[in-house]
């Protein structure tokens, strides 16, 4: 029996992928529109399993995407707004060409423009999602948000990338999420507690930027467009999510705390706002203001299957989140001109202390260097001149270290011209038999309430007391061992 010729490269795994240009010439796009749509859309190249098969045979290096995923860009609706924009651009460069200034007035008002909303929605469909997704969003914002207004990005990217940023650290102090920070040399590390989703996101070191030129540009403005879209909604949600208004305004009373004259000293109202709110020194309004109530404890069932002692750890472990929270609850802090004031201020903030810095230096400043109830100073020089009496001058790395080992650290290491301490990450955790330094282990120790400044003395006067001991054998070794010559 004779059957249907099977053709090579017609079903299989060959017909599940399709090249980029192939995908290009289906969808009618260039290949940076091209691009621009995979990045929005979340479509990334697929590597198959058998190349060449999918390759007709041929070895030469090709770039793959699954044909169910082009499929669905074909019904997408901003491809259409691509191909407007093209036709708009075609005609203002006539217009121009033309001189016809009426023209080119009434193509700019209907420029056209496309949203993001479906999209964010579309990737996440639960909020949940988005916050897992959140670590590479927030790091785009905040590294954009520290570049110079030059000509390879948007003035107005930049601001907003900035104001969403600013959104995001007051969230985070507002409700004190703030778990973990790290300094590294590519910037400062920090991790917050989302709705029970650990987000990790890198902020960049407040040094002069130069745009390095084997960047492209247009790629990463790309991705942050989209980033800024689905920031936007999690900052809305967030803010809902502590009865917090949104746009965030400045609590009422915060704002009559702040020296009225300080606004017009720096900016419009407008601005002096916005610079207010990046201070991070100011509370947020709240929607209903809170109600002033005991806070009753809540009753605790036992889950199916869970025995006493667990539940007994993880009431310690909810005790001693609480106490994390406020660690520097009662403190008032006062930054000086040299040390980084943001990262310091967001911290501090964070676990419930007070800062605040010279008023020269930034807006929203709360008091003064010679308020008498400044508890801690940070400086980052050798020698402090003019020191008060009752004051701890640390250096800007106690605050970090401080928490990430949950407690204040003693102060003594910290002192202006002391030789810090290693700064460990507490990214780090280590399995049983890994190397652990001696500061983690004296740190670990501090944690479980011991005092490993005792423990070493007395593993000293122990060691002492071995070597009195050897030494006295050793003298009666060599007294008998003279008596012996002298028999002899």
Not at 382 to 397: A, D, F, H, T
């Amino acid at each position: 029996m004779g059957g249907l010729e099977k053709k090579k490269y017609e079903r299989g795994s060959a017909t599940n992928y399709i090249t980029r240009n192939r995908a290009r010439k289906k969808l009618q796009l260039s290949l940076p529109d091209f691009r621009r749509l995979c990045i929005l859309k979340g479509i990334y190249p697929h590597e198959p399993k058998h190349k060449k098969k999918v390759n007709k045979g041929s070895t030469a290096p090709r770039t793959f995407y699954l044909l169910k995923d082009i499929k669905f860009l074909l019904h997408e609706p901003i491809v259409n707004k691509f191909r407007e924009y093209k036709v708009f651009v075609r005609k203002l460069r006539k217009a121009y060409g033309k001189g016809e200034w009426s023209t080119v007035d009434r193509l700019k008002d209907n420029k056209p423009s496309y949203k993001l909303d479906h999209i964010v929605k579309e990737r996440y469909p639960t909020f949940i999602d988005a916050l897992r997704d959140l670590d590479d969003a927030l790091s785009m914002c905040f590294l954009f948000s520290t570049f110079p207004r030059s000509g390879k990005c948007h003035v107005q990217t930049i601001q907003l990338c900035r104001r969403l940023a600013v959104e995001f650290l007051n969230y985070v102090i507002a409700s004190r999420s703030l778990r973990k920070v790290f300094l590294s040399i590519k910037g400062i590390y920090y991790q917050a507690e989302v709705l029970g989703q650990p987000v990790t996101w890198i902020t960049p070191y407040a040094f002069a930027h130069d745009h390095p030129t084997d960047v492209d540009y247009r790629v990463m403005a790309t991705f942050t467009e989209f980033y800024t879209t689905l920031l936007g909604f999690v900052n809305f949600r967030l803010y809902q999510s502590l009865n917090l208004l949104y746009p965030p305004k400045i609590d009422g009373q915060a704002d009559v705390e702040l020296k009225p004259v300080e606004g017009k000293e720096y900016a419009m109202d407008s601005e002096s706002y916005l610079e207010k709110l990046s201070a991070l020194s100011a509370s947020l309004a709240r929607a209903v203001a809170p109600a002033h109530e005991e806070e009753a404890e809540m009753d605790e069932f036992p889950v199916e299957g869970e025995t006493a002692e667990q539940m007994d750890a993880k009431k310690k472990e909810q005790e001693a989140l609480e106490k994390h929270k406020k660690l520097f609850e009662g403190l008032r802090f006062f930054l000086n001109r040299e040390v980084p004031r943001e990262p310091l201020a967001f911290i501090i903030r964070c676990f419930g202390g007070q800062v605040s810095w010279d008023k020269s230096l930034c807006i929203s400043a709360t008091y003064d260097v010679n308020d008498p109830s400044i508890t801690h100073q940070i400086v980052d020089r050798p020698r402090v001149e003019g020191q008060v009496v009752g004051r701890y001058y640390l250096q800007p790395q106690w605050v970090f270290d401080s928490v990430n080992a949950k407690l204040c650290l003693p102060v003594a290491d910290y002192f202006p011209g002391v030789l810090l301490p290693p700064h460990l990450s507490p990214f780090v955790t280590e399995q049983e038999g890994d190397y652990i330094p001696p500061e983690k282990l004296k740190l670990l120790a501090m944690q479980r309430g011991e005092n490993p400044d005792e423990e070493s003395e007395e593993e000293e006067e122990e060691e002492e007391d071995d070597n009195d001991k050897e030494e006295e054998e050793e003298e009666d070794e060599s007294e008998k061992e003279e008596e012996m010559k002298l028999k002899k």
